[in-house]
């Protein structure tokens, strides 16, 4: 037999680039798929009068996102990557085990604001939303996704180089309280007594854009702990075989969090 030649016998090793580019195109179609339906859902909820009334549309819609975030490839991959013996073994200790349980923390108040914030700004004002359009939160959701990528692309490495991935999870988790906080304050801003305060030139209503956009870009900046938790999780390994089986661990407890936090919060 003919001996191979060097070259061929050369392993192929892709460019890191086009690895990355790889990850970038699947995980933009998942989140293009996945983020268009909250400027709509509402709005389709109401028209299909799947809800009672707008009181109501907020419990309809909330099971419609459920539904949309019942993660099955996800959970379904989590198990994939989780051996038996060895899951048992990781989950025998307490640092790890809070470890994952941060992850569900942290996909729960994250997916759960996103469903929140698209039915707060839709419902009127008299039943403690801000009654914008969905044009207008469509715009609001692209403006804070550009600030989003911005800070993940250029900002997120450097703080975790000064900071550490602790740090920046711990901030991160903290900052969803202002929000969460600001919501019900914004909407007592806005209404007046007595009035139904529905028009969105009524002067009461003056500035209320930009400051569910300042919501939005708090939010973004708490959305750095996503990356940094990964980081965490890698570093929660005890080796290298066993870092498939912790991210198996830690995307179930995550893929949960996305399941319940739409219907929960809404």
Known sequence: MR???PKSQKAYKPSRKTQLAIILLVKLADATAYMQIYPYVNQMVEELHIARNKAAIGYASGMVLHINRTDIYDLSMGETFCDSTKRVELLSDPSRRRIIGAGFCLTFFGVGFESLFALWNYT???????GRETQEIGLLLSTAAIFGMALSGFVFHRLERRFGSLT????GMSMWSINFIAMPIISALVRTPGESADDAASPQLKGVWFAALGVLLVAKMASLAFPAYLLIVREAAPDPGSVGTVFGLAQTASSIGKCIAPAFMS
Do not use: N
């Not at 004002?125 to 801000?130: F, Q, R, V």
């Open 3 to 5: 001996a191979a030649s």
């Open 168 to 171: 920046l999870f711990i901030t």
């Open 124 to 130: 009127p004002i008299h039943l403690g939303g801000l």
